[in-house]
């Protein structure tokens, strides 16, 4: 039971599908994909024509769904084979958040049916 309590997150943590995946726009020529989103951090698709390293400050917009739009900024904590995780310095507002969750739920109503499943098969 102590395992389960000890790997509980602070912020939960939203995995995007393909078709919904917003967009983190740096500057006017360069865009990530965002793979998963949190208060305090977020997932990059891995850009080989831009590549980010370790420990480099980013910052910029992220276009939501409904065009509206969040500022953040961050540093590259840590690169996987998943993507570039960015350890967020100015997260995403709690309000943005919700309104993802219902999205990607409402949107995609089987994606978390086939996630869960998955996480808790890998979990065994």
Same mark, same amino acid.
């Given at each position: 039971m102590t395992t389960k309590i000890n790997n509980l997150r602070r912020f939960f943590r939203l995995p995007y599908p393909k078709a919904a995946q917003p967009p983190l726009q740096i500057d006017k020529d360069t865009a990530y994909r965002i793979l998963e989103i949190s208060e305090l951090g977020i997932i990059? *698709?891995?850009k080989p024509e831009a590549p980010l390293t370790l420990g480099e400050k980013i910052s910029g917009n992220i276009l939501f769904h409904d065009q509206d739009s969040e500022e953040v900024e961050g540093e590259v904590y840590r690169l996987d084979t998943r993507g570039v995780v960015i350890q967020l310095s100015k997260g995403v507002s709690a309000r943005h958040m919700m309104k993802q969750q219902v999205f990607v739920?409402? *949107? %995609?109503?089987? %994606? %978390?049916?086939y996630t869960v499943k998955e996480n808790i098969s890998s979990d065994k």
């Open positions: 990059l *698709a891995y739920k409402n *949107a %995609f109503p089987v %994606f %978390f049916r």
